[in-house]
């Protein structure tokens, strides 16, 4: 079993609407997670970092942690075709999702 | 500050020959860890380095080895090239290492073709 498992996509939604992005995690062992974002052709970067249960908020951007339930999500409120690009969830070790492929359509 | 740097940015090699590939971490991070990035894999985990010791591995075959020098420098070799090896290799920094709670900051990558 995979240790991060992400919504593999790809996820096509409107300019202006919610994207919902989620990630599953197998290891009890993670405190911590962090999303990546990775335009095409570009290294990833990161954009969000979560460290406790609950939501935390920047911006457009939200990321959800629920460790009970082993669950991480980022929320992206208002999208922009500028927000297409590849998310990678990230759990404090050295495994990464395989990515969600979002595409904001104008 | 100075990000992480990889060099070459481009590769094309042929099957059978090896390679070396180069990342520079940014000034004081001490872990460098390395990446294969297909198309529909995602990021695959290679190895990691701490203070010049191989300190996480990834399952990969033994044609892939790395090492870290004394100013945190890491190099990764891969040996007698197979078509399947054609990947983005992206090497990664962070000062303790992803199992610590930390970000990490990433190369532009090294572009590898193999024909």
């Known amino acids: 079993q995979k240790e991060v498992e992400q919504n593999s996509g790809p996820l096509s939604v409107p300019e202006g609407a919610i994207a919902s992005l989620n990630c599953t995690y197998s290891?009890?062992?993670?405190?911590?997670f962090f999303w990546y974002r990775q335009y095409s052709g570009k290294s990833p970067e990161l954009i969000m970092s979560?460290?406790?249960?609950g939501d935390k908020e920047d911006g457009r951007f939200t990321a959800q942690l629920n460790k009970a339930s082993q669950y991480v999500s980022l929320l992206i409120r208002d999208s922009q075709p500028s927000d297409s690009a590849t998310y990678l969830c990230h759990g404090n070790q050295f495994y990464f999702g395989t990515g969600t492929s979002l595409t904001v359509i104008p | 500050k100075a990000g992480v740097t990889q060099t070459p940015r481009y590769l094309i090699k042929t099957r059978g020959q090896q390679v070396t590939l180069s990342c520079s971490p940014i000034s004081g991070h001490r872990s460098v860890s390395w990446y294969q990035q297909t198309p529909g894999q995602g990021l695959q985990f290679l190895f990691e380095?701490?203070?010049?010791?191989?300190?996480n591995k990834g399952n990969f075959p033994g044609r892939f080895s790395g090492r870290q020098f004394s100013n945190s420098r890491s190099e990764m070799n891969v040996s007698t090239l197979e078509l399947g090896d054609s990947a983005l290799y992206l090497c990664a920094s962070s000062l303790a290492g992803a199992g610590f709670n930390e970000k990490l900051f990433f190369g532009s990558g090294t572009q590898l073709s193999v024909l």
């Open positions: 290891d009890r062992v993670s405190q911590s």
């Open positions: 979560i460290y406790s249960n």
């Open positions: 380095y701490f203070s010049e010791t191989q300190r």
